[in-house]
């Protein structure tokens, strides 16, 4: 039963979730691809659309239901409950505060690249997975270009490992990746999801 509806527990419904993550007090935070929005589910089952409208594709930032995403694929959630979101066909990062407020962190919609930068002049390409740490940075999988990219919680992006336009996995001191899908922090290292491996990189790797 696909759709865009709140609810509790099966009255709910999605349409082709993707990514999820949880808080620490047990919320779940999911990017509800298919329906181009971010819900909310609590420990008791209770839905609700934190960000964008089912159905209403696009790129623009907002407060809950004026907000629009394209696609969204990986989301990743803080000590502070704002959630960080792969806004995977508009190739950017966005931001959105445990009250819906969403911002665009890095990118353009629309402007696929590879470009290191602040704000809307870094690019992406696709970008799949995202992680935060405790400092607020957040990682992305930027699977277009087969990188790790660094994005500060100023909107700094860099490109922590990878070269874009090089697709295959090589280990060592310059790391290579096919096509990273996912990654999570863990301790020093970022653990990612490419695909057909699963790799480990250290933060401050370059």
Do not use: C
Request: hydrophobic residues 45%.
């Amino acid at each position: 039963m696909q759709g865009g509806a709140d609810g509790t527990g099966a009255a709910a419904r999605f349409a082709f979730p993707w990514g999820v993550a949880v808080d620490s007090a047990g919320t779940v935070y999911v990017a509800d691809s298919g329906n181009s929005t971010i819900r909310k589910v609590t420990a008791a089952g209770v839905v609700t659309t934190l960000a964008g409208t089912a159905g209403m594709l696009g790129s623009a930032d907002g407060t809950g239901a004026e907000a629009r995403f394209q696609i969204p694929l990986g989301v990743a959630v803080d000590s502070a409950g704002n959630v960080y979101v792969a806004d995977q066909s508009n190739s950017t990062i966005r931001k959105v505060t445990a009250a819906g407020v969403v911002t665009t962190l890095a990118g353009t919609a629309g402007m696929r690249g590879s470009a290191d930068g602040t704000g809307a002049a870094a690019r992406f390409a696709f970008p799949l997975g995202v992680a935060v740490d405790s400092a607020g940075n957040v990682y992305v999988a930027d699977r277009g270009n087969s990188t790790i990219r660094k994005v500060t919680a100023a909107g700094v992006v860099t490109t922590l490992a990878g070269r874009a336009g090089m697709t295959g996995i090589t280990l060592g001191t310059t790391p290579g990746f096919a096509f990273p899908l996912g990654l999570v922090i863990a301790g020093d290292s970022i653990v990612i999801a490419d695909t057909h491996a699963i790799l480990f990189l250290r933060h401050g790797a370059q």
